[in-house]
């Protein structure tokens, strides 16, 4: 990763970047239903600062092996500023 990637993960990562082996799991049927769940929580803390908050990545493809961890794409209003690129 070049530096300039680095520095903004560092900026925006909770607790830093962690060393960690990369395991593909099968495809968990119950993905869907736990993410609507912390889409919910995600709604409570922000309300209306987030215009979607959206699934994305492979466990959001349905029958397609994954990383066991959820991606979120928040959507903000397009007058606001991006950090990160």
């Not at 959001?60 to 092996?65: D, F, K, M, N, Y």
Request: include cysteine; glycine fraction near 10%; hydrophobic fraction near 40%.
């Amino acid at each position: 990763m070049n530096s300039e990637a680095g520095v903004c993960l560092d900026a925006v990562l909770i607790g830093g970047r962690k060393e960690r082996a990369i395991v593909i799991v099968d495809y968990d049927t119950g993905w869907p239903q736990r993410f609507d769940a912390l889409t919910q929580t995600i709604r409570d803390a922000v309300s209306e600062k987030a215009v979607a908050v959206e699934h994305i990545g492979s466990t959001a493809v349905p029958g397609l092996g994954a990383k066991a961890m959820y991606r979120r794409g928040r959507r903000k209003p397009t007058n606001s500023a991006r950090v990160c690129a």
